[in-house]
């Protein structure tokens, strides 16, 4: 059974944008589609990594047989009735209007999930609409830009928040573990076991070191050569191994620089590197040691950990800087204040153009994989718990103590957490940041991001 979320919103807010976004190709492909009808879209969309079958209700306005408004109510409603969960989407910019609080009124009779988001988020225009959405009565609204692809991780929390339990029955089962206990049951033996390539995107700024390290690390023959299949129009896959491990490296129109230079793409391209970051499962971001920290490369890091990936820092012509001990003392200070998500990410001083620490950087790679990876057993964790509550309680709110009652992990790449608690909307963020923190430092969980979600249970 697949999932199926229904977009809803009155005209203009966005949603078309945001179906194209999650379904990722062109619009006339999906219309193409037999047995999709031509007053509704339907196509198989993405966020994350849960597949769903997504409605959209856009592009009702050019009806012409009936009143506008009619049309649109009778489609809502059909669209809500087959959905197992409604996204709801207003317009952050302009504000709640009245047609927004017809369409509240009709996604509340359908008495399904929603999941409030306020689409055109970008900027501070937005803030004040924000807010307003509030008073639709359907909690906080998730802010998103779908023109500019922001807030998709909030949105996809949220989705699957609001699942609660169901969501386990649509997200991917895990290869983890059992998996590979069971490739070693059947003896196969280590050295015909096939690993799965772990996906690496290399990002950074322009001259940073990014086809220097990528020459280095795969070989320039390997390069021209042996490009598998396109990933997408714009990018290619390499795979090689490294001290048996083998690797697949994404590389973007945009690292191609000495291919084919086009003035835009020497700037660095958002949306290159988000695509990027989407196909792996360990980002590495390459920054120029001599001139470290340019504002993107935080953006950048914190995109990364938004999309849920494992991050290193590689700190690239290490061999031109005169301090080195001071520098990476300097950048790890640095660092612990501006990339909290990630905190303790391995930074990894290179020399592309030498070959020094390109080892400890794959090495490096590998153990933040398999800590992405990792699954903490649930007695482990509520033992855990119970000192971690001892040692501070949750605050009591309007005179009444909010009790946690255990944490589960729901899944991994990246470790995503479960805490039932009596009034999870009571919850203060400090006291989630202060079990996110106990859970990296006593769980090593280190340099990954952390995903607790809050669940209510009596
Ligand atoms: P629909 O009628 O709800 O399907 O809305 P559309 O997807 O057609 O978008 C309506 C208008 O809003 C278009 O001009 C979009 O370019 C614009 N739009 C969509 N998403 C965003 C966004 O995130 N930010 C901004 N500023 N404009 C957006
Ligand atoms: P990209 O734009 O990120 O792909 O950067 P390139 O790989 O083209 O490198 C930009 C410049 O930095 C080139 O002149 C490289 O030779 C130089 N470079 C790359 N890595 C190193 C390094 O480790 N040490 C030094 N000293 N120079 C490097």
């Known amino acids: 059974?697949?999932?199926?979320?229904?977009?809803?919103?009155?005209?203009?807010?966005?949603?078309?944008t945001l179906f194209n976004r999650l379904v990722g190709q062109k619009i006339a492909l999906v219309d193409d589609r037999p047995g999709v009808t031509r007053d509704r879209r339907e196509a198989p969309a993405k966020l994350g990594d849960l597949d769903f079958i997504l409605i959209d209700t856009a592009g009702l306005e050019d009806a012409a047989d009936e009143?506008?408004?009619?049309?649109?109510?009778?489609?809502?409603?059909?669209?809500?009735?087959?959905?197992?969960?409604?996204?709801?989407?207003?317009?952050?910019?302009?504000?709640?209007?009245?047609?927004?609080?017809?369409?509240?009124?009709?996604?509340?009779?359908?008495?399904?999930p929603v999941v409030l988001v306020a689409n055109k988020a970008e900027g501070r225009a937005a803030e004040s609409g924000l807010l307003e959405a509030y008073s639709l009565g359907f909690g906080e609204a998730v802010a998103v830009s779908a023109e500019h692809g922001v807030g998709l991780p909030d949105l996809y929390e949220a989705v699957v928040a609001t699942l609660g339990e169901k969501?386990?029955?649509?997200?991917?089962?895990?290869?983890?573990?059992?998996?590979d206990e069971d490739e070693a049951a059947e003896g196969t033996g280590e050295e015909t076991r096939t690993l799965k390539?772990?996906?690496?995107?290399?990002?950074?700024?322009?001259?940073?070191?990014?086809?220097?390290?990528?020459?280095?690390?795969?070989?320039?023959?390997?390069?021209?050569?042996?490009?598998?299949?396109?990933?997408?129009?714009?990018?290619?896959?390499?795979?090689?191994?490294?001290?048996?491990?083998?690797?697949?490296?994404i590389d973007t129109a945009g690292m191609r620089r000495k291919a084919k230079v086009i003035d835009k793409l020497e700037k660095l391209s958002v949306g290159d590197a988000l695509r990027a970051i989407r196909f792996a499962e360990v980002v590495i971001i390459v920054?120029?040691?001599?001139?470290?920290?340019?504002?993107?490369?935080l953006q950048i890091a914190d995109l990364?950990?938004?999309?849920?990936r494992a991050l290193v820092l590689a700190l690239n012509k290490w061999d031109e800087v005169r301090d080195p001990d001071g520098l990476r003392r300097e950048l790890q200070a640095d660092l612990?204040?501006?990339?909290?998500?990630?905190?303790?990410?391995?930074?990894?001083?290179?020399?592309?153009?030498?070959?020094?620490?390109?080892?400890?950087?794959?090495?490096?790679?590998?153990?933040?994989?398999?800590?992405?990876?990792?699954?903490?057993?649930?007695?482990?964790?509520?033992?855990?718990l119970d000192h971690l509550i001892a040692r501070h309680p949750p605050p009591a709110v309007a005179g009444r103590r909010l009790k946690i009652k255990y944490l589960t992990q729901s899944k991994t790449r990246p470790p995503t957490f479960f805490l039932?608690?009596?009034?999870?909307?009571?919850?203060?963020?400090?006291?989630?940041?202060?079990?996110?923190?106990?859970?990296?430092?006593?769980?090593?969980?280190?340099?990954?991001?952390?995903?607790?979600?809050?669940?209510?249970?009596?």
């Open 1 to 16: 059974m697949s999932l199926t979320v229904a977009l809803v919103g009155r005209p203009n807010v966005g949603k078309s």
């Open 197 to 249: 390539p772990i996906r690496v995107a290399i990002v950074g700024q322009p001259n940073a070191g990014k086809s220097t390290l990528i020459n280095r690390m795969i070989g320039e023959e390997r390069l021209l050569t042996g490009p598998e299949a396109g990933i997408t129009r714009d990018s290619i896959a390499v795979d090689w191994t490294w001290r048996g491990r083998p690797f697949r490296l």
């Open 287 to 297: 920054i120029d040691a001599t001139m470290p920290f340019e504002k993107q490369d």
């Open 67 to 112: 009143t506008l408004q009619g049309r649109m109510r009778a489609q809502t409603e059909r669209a809500i009735a087959d959905a197992d969960i409604s996204v709801f989407m207003v317009d952050a910019r302009v504000g709640i209007t009245p047609d927004d609080e017809h369409f509240a009124r009709l996604i509340r009779q359908g008495g399904k």
């Open 420 to 458: 039932a608690c009596s009034r999870p909307e009571a919850l203060p963020e400090a006291y989630k940041r202060y079990v996110v923190n106990g859970l990296r430092e006593d769980f090593d969980l280190k340099g990954v991001p952390i995903r607790l979600m809050t669940r209510g249970a009596k």
């Open 336 to 384: 612990s204040e501006t990339l909290v998500q990630v905190r303790g990410v391995p930074l990894i001083p290179i020399s592309a153009l030498t070959g020094s620490g390109i080892d400890q950087l794959l090495e490096g790679v590998s153990r933040i994989y398999e800590t992405w990876n990792r699954r903490v057993a649930t007695a482990a964790l509520n033992r855990w």
């Open 167 to 179: 969501a386990a029955l649509y997200l991917p089962k895990e290869e983890t573990d059992e998996d």
């Open 304 to 308: 990364v950990a938004r999309e849920g």
